[in-house]
């Protein structure tokens, strides 16, 4: 469907169609009653011979045949009444962005697709304002014909799916495959969009999709989450057993090595090498790291596993996992997508697969904190480890680019849990940043997108932003920080060596709010202290993801 096609359609034909299809369906409907009610009393009247018999057998089957008429026409109808009105609603506002176009003196060509600005708003010295302003325009246009080709495929698939066909009957036909490269070509789209087009899938193709490519379904955001769990929990189970064949081949080619050393054979390993000790060392230190990665893995995953099974906690939900470089690992406790608030924490510096236990648990604490805040309200805390955080304070932690590339995924997951969350009424979203998690955060809500409603900034190095303004994606009055007061991160923005401001100082902007001072003699157990029985923080963010402070 091209935007030329929008701006034409005619959604005469579908009303029609779709009043035709409840009329069929409701007439099927009365033919199924009436026939459940002229032959239910028929074993009564007619109890016994191989007629009776053969009458019973045939009427049982008429009775299922109708009675399995209804739906598919139930749903034909909705699938035509929705398109008919979701078409209508579109081509207005395709008609809306285009006449707001031409009205500011652009030239739109609805055939091609394109807006162009006049000559000159150019020449009037305003080059970056003009293009900024037709990129929006377009981006605007194409979002509506992007929603209008998704209400379209959704539509033909549930006719498809749905339409009788005259060997087999209502609701036999068989749509195609949902392949790697549907999947792929989904990852690259807009989560909303990605949310309409699975949403259009039938639930036979969700499942196939889920059972053949599980580490995309897992992964993309915009699939529900309940689909992705069921997804990554295969992937979970696979990647374990890779891990641990990975750790046993790891440890016997080291035993392997180190036994032909002591027997003085080691040249046999390495017959072509000059300096075979130095080549076996340098495997050796090569598998020790990867025996080390392997077995933390193994440990990040028994955690979630464990986690997953754990019938004395309230459910939680496997919404990303990755062994790919340091791991990634993505833990939710309680459905965000049926939520009336959603907690995301972004872990720091240090943070890999292996560490995933930790990080769960305190998503544990703050679900359970808010839940005796606001007990008539439910709240989904998820453990969000989506990005490659710095391995060590020096010198990775004072980059930026761990937070420059992992901004804009968050802002993609946050944009994912707008998009399939259930219901009329939004979730509050809350994304709290731990240390360098919160300069992670501040890259990611520099742009409007990123779908929360309020920042939480907990013992943070600087987001990169002088003051809380600065970050669109939320009010200033709903971001949030605080940092203890013998916390070691401190000295980071107090020297203003890197990431900035110090969002808990009141010249941010942020709205400040209390955790216990901490141990002047452990500053580095006091940076890791907020989720600590009896830290007046963990009240303190209860009430911030609950909406309360």
């Known amino acids: 469907m091209s935007l030329q096609d929008l701006l034409t359609v005619d959604v005469g034909p579908w009303h029609t169609a779709a009043d035709r299809w409840q009329r069929l369906a409701q007439s099927l409907d009365d033919a199924a009653e009436q026939l459940i009610r002229g032959t239910r009393d028929l074993a009564e009247v007619w109890s016994s011979g191989t007629g009776s018999a053969a009458a019973a057998e045939r009427a049982t089957a008429l009775r299922a045949e109708v009675s ?54 150019y020449s009037a010295g305003n080059l970056a304002h003009t293009a900024r302003e037709t990129g929006a325009l377009l981006n605007d246009l194409r979002a509506v ?39 792929e070509a989904q990852a690259k789209r807009a989560p909303g969009l990605v949310n309409t087009w699975w949403d259009s899938l ?3 193709q969700q499942e196939q999709a889920i059972l053949e490519h599980p580490d995309l379904v897992g992964s993309i955001d915009g699939i529900p989450v309940t689909d992705r769990d069921v997804a990554n929990r295969s992937v ?66 028994e955690a979630i596993s464990s986690r997953l099974a754990d019938p004395g906690k309230p459910g939680a939900y496997l919404v990303g996992l990755s062994t790919d470089g340091d791991g990634k690992a993505i833990v ?33 604490i703050m679900a359970g904190d ?19 955080a710095p391995d060590a304070i020096l010198p990775d932690a004072g980059l930026d680019r761990y937070a420059e ?29 731990h240390s360098y998690g919160s300069t992670v955060i501040g890259y990611g809500a520099k742009d409007p997108s990123i779908s929360a409603d309020a920042l939480v900034f907990v013992g943070s190095p600087g987001v990169d932003a002088e003051h809380a303004s600065e970050l669109r994606g939320v009010r200033p009055e ?45 500053e580095g157990a006091t940076h890791s202290a907020y989720w600590n029985d009896n830290n007046i923080a963990r009240k303190n963010i209860a009430m911030i993801v609950t909406g309360k402070l």
Not at 479 to 505: E, K, W
């Open 68 to 121: 399995n008429t209804y739906n598919p026409a139930k749903r034909i109808f909705e699938a035509t009444d929705q398109h008919a009105y979701g078409m209508s609603s579109l081509r207005q506002q395709a008609e809306g962005i285009v006449a707001s176009a031409r009205q500011a003196g652009y030239t739109v060509d609805t055939a091609a697709g394109t807006i162009t600005a006049p000559a000159s708003a």
């Open 145 to 183: 014909v992007e929603r209008a080709r998704a209400l379209d495929d959704s539509t033909a698939n549930a006719i498809a799916v749905n339409t009788p066909s005259p060997q087999a009957g209502f609701g036999t036909g068989q749509l195609e495959s949902v392949s790697r490269a549907d999947l």
């Open 202 to 204: 039938t639930p036979q």
């Open 236 to 301: 979970l189970e696979r990647s374990t057993g890779e891990q641990q064949q990975l750790l046993a081949s790891t440890e016997a080619r080291i035993y392997y090595l180190q036994s032909m050393f002591d027997q003085g054979r080691i040249r046999e390993v390495y017959p072509d090498a000059s300096d075979p000790r130095t080549m076996m060392d340098h495997e050796m230190l090569r598998l020790e790291t990867q025996r080390a990665d392997a077995a933390g893995n193994i440990r990040g995953m």
């Open 332 to 364: 939710a406790v309680g459905n965000p997508d049926t939520a009336d608030n959603v907690v995301t924490y972004v872990p720091g510096t240090g943070e890999d697969l292996s560490k995933a236990g930790g990080g769960i648990a305190r998503a544990d």
């Open 370 to 388: 808010a839940a005796m805040e606001a007990p008539d309200k439910s709240t989904a805390a998820v453990y969000w480890m989506g990005y490659d």
């Open 405 to 433: 590339d992992g901004g804009p995924v968050l802002d993609r997951f946050q944009t994912g849990l707008r998009a399939t969350h259930e219901g009329d009424v939004p979730s509050r979203n809350t994304v709290l940043g």
């Open 478 to 522: 709903q971001v949030y920080a605080t940092r203890a007061a013998h916390d070691m991160i401190r000295i980071v923005p107090d020297l203003d060596v890197a990431h900035g401001n110090d969002p808990s100082d009141l010249d941010f902007g942020a709205r400040v709010f209390a955790s216990d001072p901490g141990d002047p003699d452990n």
